[in-house]
C-alpha cells in the first residue's frame, strides 16, 4: 500500500511539472525574434513577432519580416523583402509551435530565450 501511495504521488508532482512547464512556454511564447546573419554572399536580417490570436485554441498569430541584402562580385544589388502572416496552434504533448499552413514547428528554450525554427536559431528581444 506504501508502494502504491508513492507511486500516485510521484505521477501527481509530476503532472504538475509538466503543467507549469506549458504555462511557462505559453507565457514566453508571445514576443519579436531575432536573427542576423552576415557572409561574403550578402547579410540577412530576419524578425518573427508571435502574438497570441485565440488562446483557448492556443492560436497564434506569426508575422515575419525579412531582408536579405545580396553581395554579388563585391557590390551591394537591390535588397530583397519578404513579408508574411500565418497561423500556429500549440501542441502542447510535443512542446512545439506548429504553422496551421506549411506544417512547419518552431520550439523554443526560455531558460537561454530562444526559438528554433528547424535548425535556425532566433534570439527572443526584451520588451
Not at 9 to 29: G, R, W, Y
Not at 47 to 65: D, F, G, H, M, P
Not at 69 to 96: C, F, M
Request: net charge positive; charged share 30%.
Amino acid at each position: 500500500m506504501k508502494t502504491s501511495f508513492s507511486i500516485v504521488v510521484i505521477l501527481l508532482l509530476t503532472a504538475c511539472n509538466t503543467h507549469s512547464e506549458i504555462d511557462a512556454m505559453k507565457d514566453f511564447i508571445p514576443g519579436k525574434y531575432v536573427r542576423f546573419s552576415q557572409h561574403e554572399f550578402g547579410t540577412e536580417n530576419d524578425t518573427i513577432v508571435i502574438s497570441l490570436q485565440n488562446k483557448k485554441a492556443s492560436e497564434y498569430k506569426i508575422a515575419r519580416r525579412w531582408k536579405y541584402e545580396r553581395v554579388l562580385d563585391g557590390k551591394a544589388i537591390e535588397p530583397e523583402y519578404k513579408n508574411t502572416t500565418t497561423s500556429a496552434i500549440l501542441n502542447e504533448a510535443h512542446k512545439l509551435l506548429q504553422e496551421t499552413e506549411t506544417g512547419d514547428s518552431y520550439s523554443f528554450d526560455t531558460k537561454q530565450k530562444l526559438m528554433y525554427a528547424g535548425p535556425t536559431k532566433y534570439q527572443k528581444q526584451n520588451k
